[in-house]
Every structure is written in C-alpha cells, then in structure tokens.
C-alpha cells in the first residue's frame, strides 16, 4: 500500500475516533445534532486554552476523562 494511503487511513481513524469521543460525551444528544452549537463549545474550549488558565484546563479535564475511561472500563 502506497504512504499517502496509509497516512490516509491513519487520519481517517484518528478522526473517527475523535468523532466517537463527541458521541461518547453525549453532546450530540445534548445539542440536538447542532453543528453549529457544538463548533461553538469546541471553540469556547480552544479559547479557554489560549488562556492563563490552559494548565488548570488541561489537569481538571484529563482528570475527569480519566476517571470516566475507567469507570466505564469498571462496568460504570
């Protein structure tokens, strides 16, 4: 397989899975399928990591995420 296939497929995935994560959060059902709305809220987000506050931003929601991949992985 040619390298501008296979770097096209790893992109493909990568943005499956980035797709998978919005559905997983609930925020498809959340805005009704708005694109606009949650282009809005990821942009309110990239905003909030331009800031002062990126470090503080980053830590509480890894965290968050991380508990949540666990306790979904525990059956909760």
């Known amino acids: 397989m040619r390298d501008w296939a296979i770097a096209r497929r790893e992109r493909t995935r990568h943005l499956i899975e980035l797709g998978g994560l ?40 890894k965290r968050k995420g991380k508990r949540a991949f666990e306790a979904e992985q525990d059956g909760g």
């Open 22 to 61: 919005v559905v997983k959060a609930g925020l498809v059902d959340l805005t009704d399928d708005d694109r606009a709305t949650l282009y809005g809220a990821f942009l309110t987000v990239a905003d909030r990591l331009r800031g002062e506050e990126r470090a503080n931003a980053l830590a509480l929601w």
